[in-house]
Structure formats: structure tokens, C-alpha cells
């Protein structure tokens, strides 16, 4: 079945500097990849998103990349700040009228510490 | 923020009893997902509702695990025989439409000893 894969399963950066969490994914029909954080005991927070028709997308300090042909996308933290740190999950979704209802498959999560 | 409502945080079961949890979507969200995350971060789609009907759901959820969305009422998602496997934490999400951002409430924690 269709399988989101996340590379980095701890980073850690200073503050200040850029983080970067990889994600790769195998169906082909994946068209929205949205990115969440979450902080310990709680749920998981909407980030940011990309679909498939840009290959790039910025929403202040995070960038969103999409490359179609390697089923690769990936999330930029620039300026990084403490309370940044969290454990960030990317996601892979068809759509709607991919056959699935737009469920989300998930990686399996990249735990970020950002050290002052 | 999301202001997708889920209750009980944290529920405690024995072996073979039911397990309820709720949701309150976000106000005008008719699409409604439950997901399973367990210890390790793996995530299971269980199933999702647009209004009151069923789109897709998983095997999984078609045997032991039942869900409904009533008009005017909290979404429900049920366990009717728990098993130790069944101890994750159950993420229920709502969306404006099934193509837009799912935003997650804070989860049920479900121990099933």
C-alpha cells in the first residue's frame, strides 16, 4: 500500500539556524502533502501545506518543497527558535477523488530540538 | 488554533470491555476523521464521515470498531471489545471539505490493560 517515509527520525540545530526534515512517498496519485508539529500530550497542530499543481510554498519562516519526480518533499525551518522544538510529521494524501477521501498516511515523525 | 473538541484526554479499559470517545468538529466542518497513533508514531486511518455518512472506512474499523456522526451531536468512535492492541492515542480531525487542511483535536489516550 501507499507509504509515506520520514528520513530523519531526530535533528537537532542551534537556534538560529535552518532545520530540515525529508519526507519521500510512493503512490503516485499523492497530490497534498501537509506538514504537522506536535508538542508532548497534545494533538497534532497544522503547519503548512503544498499541493501538487507549485513545487514550492512559503509561509514565513517555513518552506515547502515538492519534487513530482523523485516523490520527494521536504520542510524548511529557517531562523529556528527554541520553541520550535517538537516532533513534525509530514503526510501524503490522493485527494478526494484519488479513490481514498483525502485519509492522510503519515511518516513516522522527525523529533527537532533547537538548542539556544 | 484547531477548536476540535475530543473527550474523555484519557480513558482506561480492561481487556475485552467497550471503549467510547467523542468528538466535536469545528463549527461548519462536515467532514470528520479518525485516526490511530500508537506508541511507535504510526499512524492508522479508521475512518471518516462527510455530514452523517460514511466515505471510507478501514477493515479494522469494520469489525470490532464502531463510529457515527449524528446531526446535532458529538462524533462518536467505539471500541466494543478492547484489546491490549487497541492502546494508542485516538486523533479525531475535521475538515471544511475533504480536499482542505484537517485540523486535529488533542486526542483520547486509550490504556487498555
Known amino acids: 500500500g501507499e507509504k509515506v517515509e520520514q528520513h530523519e527520525s531526530t535533528l537537532s540545530v542551534r537556534e538560529g539556524d535552518s532545520a530540515v526534515i525529508n519526507c519521500t512517498y510512493t503512490d503516485t496519485a499523492s497530490s497534498y502533502f501537509p506538514w504537522y508539529k506536535q508538542e508532548a500530550g497534545k494533538g497534532l497542530h497544522f503547519v503548512i501545506d503544498i499541493r501538487s499543481n507549485v513545487d514550492r510554498k512559503q509561509s514565513q519562516r517555513l518552506i515547502v518543497l515538492l519534487d513530482k519526480k523523485a516523490k520527494r518533499f521536504s520542510l524548511h525551518i529557517t531562523a529556528t527558535q527554541p520553541e520550535d522544538s517538537a516532533i513534525y510529521f509530514c503526510a501524503a494524501s490522493t485527494g478526494f477523488y484519488g479513490g481514498s477521501g483525502n485519509k492522510l498516511i503519515f511518516g513516522t515523525g522527525t523529533l527537532l530540538s533547537v538548542k539556544p | ?113
Open chain 2, 1 to 113: 488554533n484547531s477548536k476540535v473538541i475530543q473527550t474523555p484526554r484519557y480513558l482506561v479499559k480492561g481487556q475485552g470491555q467497550k471503549a467510547k470517545m467523542r468528538c466535536i468538529p469545528e463549527k461548519g466542518h462536515p467532514v470528520v476523521f479518525w485516526y490511530q497513533q500508537n506508541k511507535n508514531n504510526e499512524f492508522k486511518f479508521l475512518i471518516n464521515f462527510q455530514n452523517q455518512e460514511v466515505l471510507q472506512q478501514i477493515d479494522m474499523t469494520e469489525k470490532r470498531f464502531s463510529a457515527e456522526c449524528p446531526s446535532n451531536s458529538p462524533c462518536s468512535l467505539e471500541i466494543q471489545s478492547s484489546e491490549a492492541g487497541d492502546s494508542a492515542l485516538y486523533l479525531c480531525a475535521s475538515s471544511l471539505n475533504s480536499v482542505y487542511e484537517q485540523y486535529f483535536g488533542p486526542g483520547t489516550r486509550l490504556t487498555v490493560l
